[in-house]
């Protein structure tokens, strides 16, 4: 079972801090690792993929990716209160199939 | 641009009744996806198809059937709902389901969600 694990959270920062979402996955020959922000009660949207070691910016997020560790997180700088939601860790396996984590509720506080 | 379109948004069912939902995407996209979502556990892949033509299961098949009714469509179905199908389902749709790239992007429906009583 390829399996993509998550700290469920609730993770909660003040506005202005970095918030720190973290993702560990089991399947070595994992390819491809995106995350996805979900607000309540819609559908999951992209904000980053990654595909390479090492860190990948766009704008106020970075993703980081260590394959020797098989670790993925994602970075927000500068948090604002619409940053608030479930934030879905989802790999590509060696299998090509693509499997998610639960997620991680991030609430960020004014 | 409408992306991926799912109809229903909201469907209650009675133990045994069946239905099937809608998916339509007008991306040009090749794959396509049915997953559900339950708090805490996830979204969890129930079919996809990698190119029409094409479908295989994915995390939790059991008690659904598809069909990628050509490019664009991929409908899932219920033949006999049961209340542990009560879920919100997303469809989603990639350009490719193959090699690492972006072209591995889902884009997602709306989501339907399913009470089945």
């Known amino acids: 079972q390829k399996e993509v694990e998550q700290n469920s959270g609730p993770l909660s920062v003040p506005e202005g801090a970095i918030a720190s979402l973290n993702c560990t996955y089991s399947?070595?020959?994992?390819?491809?690792f995106f995350w996805y922000r979900q607000y309540s009660g819609k559908s999951p949207e992209l904000i980053m993929f990654?595909?390479?070691?090492g860190d990948k910016e766009d704008g106020r997020f970075t993703a980081q990716l260590n394959k020797a560790s098989q670790y993925v997180s994602l970075l927000i700088r500068d948090s604002q209160p619409s940053d608030s939601a479930t934030y879905l860790c989802?790999?590509?396996?060696?299998?090509?199939?693509?499997?998610f984590g639960k997620g991680t509720l991030l609430t960020v506080n004014p | 641009n409408a992306g991926v379109t799912q109809t229903p948004k909201f469907q209650v069912l009675k133990t045994g009744q069946s239905m099937t939902l809608q998916c339509a995407q007008d991306m040009n996209h090749n794959s396509m996806y049915w997953y559900r979502q339950d708090p805490g556990m996830g979204l969890r892949l129930i079919y996809y198809?990698?190119?029409?033509?094409?479908?295989d299961k994915g995390e939790v098949p059991n008690g659904y059937n598809v069909s990628r009714l050509n490019k664009r469509e991929f409908s899932l179905r219920l033949e006999s709902a049961a209340p542990s199908q009560t879920s919100v389902y997303f469809c989603a749709s990639s350009e490719a389901g193959g090699q690492p790239s972006g072209a591995n992007v889902l884009t997602f429906g709306a989501g339907s969600r399913l009470t089945v009583l």
């Open positions: 399947d070595r020959g994992s390819q491809s």
């Open positions: 990654i595909y390479s070691n």
């Open positions: 198809s990698a190119s029409e033509g094409t479908t």
């Open positions: 989802a790999v590509r396996g060696s299998n090509y199939k693509l499997t």
